[in-house]
């Protein structure tokens, strides 16, 4: 198995370590609940150096990055702005999810999904025209550093520290609350790890990190969405930027092609737990959960799922849990962001 | 691992103890719990339900994955704990404090085919 920079903070974290895509993760630090309400409260940090840091640079970048990606690059002009982006397939089927950062001039930066970062490699190296130089940065760790607190919390960890070019900050992450991500030089991670947590910024592992994504509503490559669905059928139209003139990878498909679902998420009604997989019934007819767990903010069980076009928020519907069907609510994501409950508990 | 040697045990993690009144009370393991994670629902039998030794007979569910509770042996559902509805975060800060359900078992059911700590200290290794 493959190891972070910072494998050896994380078992000195007692951390319980788990095999995720080929590498060694802390799955939790004793709580994963605890790290989760930490992160909507206070602040947490997650080692998330399993990612792929793709420098894309040259003088073609921005043409290659606009043939190549759903979303559109030109509209980052700022150096330090960033999006979201689908990377589809000719099918328009979905063969990643990325951040795409502009760092400035002719230079870019993707962070990929650990899961699928050798065979987005391979397309991306099929699709690179001359004049586009693609740098996989393993030499770079990932920190998010999330929650109400971040901000305060890495200052004080960090005082007078200022952007320079082997320490980069983004003001994203994946739970539905403020914060940012942090990539520096490997070397200089376990020591930026210690002084985080040091200054209070609880150390979070993949257990918090999947129930604070659901809970905030964002999806998970290979779970939610993969090269089967496109981005109209796991609630990704946002991030296709259809302007005119821009002929992206997948454009042509996915005009041609009519959802035949769509995602949205269930609370559920009763005492129990949605999982993935589990067969959704209503007046529509059938759909699926694609990710389902205990939402520890709502206390109570919430998921994203598969349903048919028609479906509507506020709509009932049951869910096959072993061998009963269960009632569950049909709304709109996010459920929890920044601390706040969205979705109405109770019977609306 | 935690181990108490009063107790007996299954190869699928339950843990087993005879009351006085003659009923086994059931719950899981130490490292049953350990394995599973933080649990956030429990699916308890219906009391009356008579079981086999082996059938599923509860759910526990915790924030990584549902899994089922065996009959350690034939016989009766007679009670059920109902405090874990409301607390099953109990079976990780005390899983040989909390029983899930209590047995009554089968005549002729035999307690001596349950596993004692070693045998199931064994099984783990």
Known sequence: MRRTPLIAEHRAAGA????????????????QIEEHHAVRRDA??????????????????????????ANDVAKLERPGSWLYSCLLAEDGGILDDLIAYFLGGSRWRLVLNAA???????????LRPAGVELRARR???????????????FQAAFPGLRERDDAFFAPTGYT????????????????????????????CGLGARDTLRLEAGLMLYGQDMDAAVTPLECGLAWTLDLGAGRDFVGRQALAARAPRFQSLGLVLETRGVLRAHQAVH?????????????????????ALARLPTE???????QVAVRERRLEARVVKPPFVRRGRILVSKENA | MNLPEALRYTSTHEWVRKEPDGTLSVGITDHAQDALGEMVFVELPVPGRQVLGGDACAVVESVKAASDVYAPLAGEVVAVNTELADDPGRLNKDPYGTWLFRLKPADGADLSRLLDAAAYRKGLT
């Not at chain 1, 319980?16 to 709580?31: C, N, V």
């Not at chain 1, 699928?116 to 099929?126: K, N, V």
């Not at chain 1, 609350?177 to 150390?203: H, I, K, N, S």
């Not at chain 1, 479906?311 to 519907?317: A, K, L």
């Open chain 1, 176 to 203: 539905g609350e403020d914060g940012f991500e942090l990539l520096l030089p490997a070397a200089d991670a376990p020591d930026a790890w210690r002084r985080l947590l040091a200054a209070g910024v609880r150390p």
């Open chain 1, 44 to 69: 947490g940090v997650f080692d998330t150096s399993h990612m792929l840091a793709l420098d894309v640079e040259g003088a073609a970048a921005r043409g290659f990055l606009r043939h190549a990606l």
């Open chain 1, 282 to 302: 209503g007046e529509h007819g059938e759909g699926v959960v694609t990710s389902g767990s205990f939402s520890p903010t709502m206390q109570a069980s919430i």
């Open chain 1, 139 to 153: 030499d770079l760790a990932m920190l998010a550093v999330q929650g109400p607190r971040a901000r305060e919390k």
């Open chain 1, 116 to 126: 699928t970062a050798d065979t987005d490699l391979a397309w991306l190296e099929r």
């Open chain 1, 16 to 31: 319980k370590l788990t095999e995720f895509a080929g590498w060694e993760m802390p799955l939790h630090y004793g709580s």
């Open chain 1, 311 to 317: 479906s509507r928020p506020g709509e009932r519907v």
